[in-house]
């Protein structure tokens, strides 16, 4: 009787999920606190677009560096070094007592939350077959979700009672108890113990000629930068990921702002967004993976979905219209652009997988992040000085519609790029 197989893979990826979630609660922290730290220390929307810069291009940076090290010293090794970073970069927060303090803080959560996807996704490519990479990649990424949702149903109740540098620390220390269970849980799936013959055949199923382990035939790192796939993954972030940065540290402003609505008065609001996104996150692996099944080869699977995520960012101009009539029309608005972005992202980011070799899936995701931060750090500015201009007009939601705008349009001009570049998105053959 033929032996049963075994499931572990989703173990691991339910651990890269915590991972995920841990990631973006503590990034989300700040923007959630906005409020009471402003009146603390001064700041006008040009510093807090500052603060926010300090960390998209801290993380930039640490994304051109973390890549490289996880694909250099392993999936294993490098997740634990990224998190026991971040953890104690996120908790020194609650050490600052000045703007340039914040900015200083948040440069080294950049740099250290950068180790993240890299790994991450690296863990997907050498755990599942090509055909389940989107579902895999979609479920962990979700924790992005689950972590922003978490924020504020938590920090603000957590500020409030023992003030902010609490939420700081008690944040940072979720880090700290993952890192028993990886250290506990994790090795390569060829060797792992729960991992049986049938399991194992069927991750290798589709990349039969290419190992699992960290021993794979690598790729220069600039011999990188001469393939078109690269710049297909690398300009589709530097596009999209810039409009999740934007959701993620100005959509409780623009309550604020439109809505008058502040502290723990925006929990329900917020949460809702990121429960939405996270169903966006799922289903965005979800329908490639039905396609493949269907008979359809797994670029045009990837790129019909993605095209599909795309037209649904587009609603979200309408934001402002829709909450003129009802507040909880524009915050479902804003989820759709939310859950359309998830969608996308579990897809853009199993392109790597889909056309790079395990050994180079770091330094590329690496590359493509950096990219995106890049894009953050453009649209931050550029929301700072906007809403700084329409605030002194007295007409900030002119700013908030500009933005919306630009947000709603990024995947489509992404999409036509990355087809353009890649038609067919070809495997890199080593």
């Given at each position: 009787?033929?032996?049963?197989?075994?499931?572990?893979?989703?173990?691991?990826?339910?651990?890269?999920?915590?991972?995920?979630?841990?990631?973006?609660?503590?990034?989300?922290?700040?923007?959630?606190?906005?409020?009471?730290l402003?009146?603390?220390?001064?700041?006008?929307?040009?510093?807090?677009?500052?603060?926010?810069?300090?960390?998209?291009?801290?993380?930039?940076?640490?994304?051109?560096?973390?890549?490289?090290?996880?694909?250099?010293?392993?999936?294993?090794?490098?997740?634990?070094?990224?998190?026991?970073?971040?953890?104690?970069?996120?908790g020194?927060?609650?050490?600052?007592?000045?703007?340039?303090?914040?900015?200083?803080?948040r440069?080294?959560?950049?740099?250290?939350?950068?180790?993240?996807?890299?790994?991450?996704?690296?863990?997907?490519?050498?755990?599942?077959?090509?055909?389940?990479?989107?579902?895999?990649?979609?479920?962990?990424?979700?924790g992005?979700?689950?972590?922003?949702?978490?924020?504020p149903?938590?920090?603000?109740?957590?500020?409030?009672?023992?003030?902010?540098?609490?939420?700081?620390?008690?944040?940072?220390?979720?880090?700290?108890?993952?890192?028993?269970?990886?250290?506990?849980?994790?090795?390569?799936?060829?060797?792992?113990?729960?991992?049986?013959?049938?399991?194992?055949?069927?991750?290798?199923?589709?990349?039969a000629?290419?190992?699992?382990?960290?021993?794979?035939?690598?790729?220069?790192?600039f011999?990188?930068?001469?393939?078109?796939?690269?710049?297909?993954?690398?300009?589709?972030?530097?596009?999209?990921?810039?409009?999740?940065?934007?959701?993620?540290?100005?959509?409780?402003?623009?309550?604020?702002?439109?809505?008058?609505?502040?502290?723990?008065?925006?929990?329900?609001?917020?949460?809702?967004?990121?429960?939405?996104?996270?169903?966006?996150?799922?289903?965005?692996?979800?329908?490639?993976?039905?396609?493949?099944?269907?008979?359809?080869?797994?670029?045009?699977?990837?790129?019909?979905?993605?095209?599909?995520?795309?037209?649904?960012?587009?609603?979200?101009?309408?934001?402002?219209?829709?909450?003129?009539?009802?507040?909880?029309l524009?915050?479902?608005?804003?989820?759709?652009?939310?859950?359309?972005?998830?969608?996308?992202?579990?897809?853009?980011?199993?392109?790597?997988?889909?056309?790079?070799p395990k050994?180079?899936?770091?330094?590329?995701?690496?590359?493509?992040?950096?990219?995106?931060?890049?894009?953050?750090?453009?649209?931050?500015?550029?929301?700072?000085?906007?809403?700084?201009?329409?605030?002194?007009?007295?007409?900030?939601?002119?700013?908030?519609?500009?933005?919306?705008?630009?947000?709603?349009?990024?995947?489509?001009?992404?999409?036509?790029?990355?087809?353009?570049?890649?038609?067919?998105?070809?495997?890199?053959?080593?």
């Open positions: 009787m033929k032996n049963e197989k075994t499931k572990y893979r989703w173990t691991i990826c339910g651990l890269v999920f915590f991972a995920t979630t841990i990631n973006y609660l503590d990034r989300a922290v700040i923007s959630l606190l906005k409020g009471p402003e009146l603390e220390f001064g700041w006008s929307e040009s510093d807090y677009a500052n603060i926010v810069i300090a960390f998209q291009l801290s993380y930039a940076i640490g994304l051109l560096l973390m890549g490289p090290l996880v694909d250099k010293i392993g999936t294993k090794m490098g997740y634990a070094l990224a998190i026991i970073g971040w953890s104690f970069a996120a020194g927060h609650a050490l600052v007592s000045s703007t340039l303090g914040f900015i200083v803080a440069a080294a959560l950049g740099i250290t939350e950068a180790g993240n996807f890299p790994a991450a996704i690296k863990t997907v490519a050498e755990w599942f077959p090509k055909k389940e990479r989107a579902l895999a990649t979609g479920l962990f990424n979700s992005a979700n689950v972590g922003a949702i978490l924020a149903l938590t920090v603000p109740y957590i500020a409030a009672t023992w003030g902010w540098e609490w939420a700081f620390i008690l944040t940072a220390a979720t880090g700290f108890i993952w890192l028993i269970f990886w250290f506990k849980s994790y090795s390569a799936p060829a060797v792992h113990p729960k991992v049986n013959s049938e399991e194992l055949a069927h991750i290798n199923s589709d990349t000629a290419e190992p699992t382990t960290d021993e794979s035939p690598k790729l220069p790192w011999s990188l930068l001469g393939f078109r796939q690269t710049w297909a993954f690398v300009l589709g972030k530097f596009l999209t990921d810039p409009v999740w940065w934007f959701y993620l540290f100005w959509l409780p402003s623009f309550l604020k702002a439109e809505y008058q609505m502040d502290n723990t008065a925006i929990a329900i609001p917020v949460a809702l967004v990121y429960m939405m996104s996270t169903v966006g996150s799922v289903v965005g692996g979800w329908l490639p993976l039905c396609f493949i099944k269907s008979g359809w080869p797994v670029f045009r699977s990837r790129k019909t979905a993605m095209f599909i995520y795309a037209l649904g960012a587009l609603p979200v101009m309408l934001a402002q219209w829709l909450g003129s009539i009802n507040m909880w524009a915050v479902l608005i804003i989820g759709l652009a939310a859950a359309a972005h998830q969608a996308w992202s579990a897809n853009i980011f199993t392109t790597v997988s889909d056309m790079f050994s180079s899936v770091g330094s590329v995701t690496g590359l493509g992040g950096m990219a995106g931060a890049l894009g953050g750090i453009l649209i931050a500015k550029m929301a700072g000085l906007l809403f700084d201009h329409y605030k002194a007009l007295g007409k900030i939601e002119a700013g908030y519609f500009i933005m919306f705008l630009v947000c709603s349009m990024a995947y489509l001009v992404a999409w036509g790029i990355m087809h353009l570049l890649v038609p067919k998105m070809k495997e890199i053959k080593v």
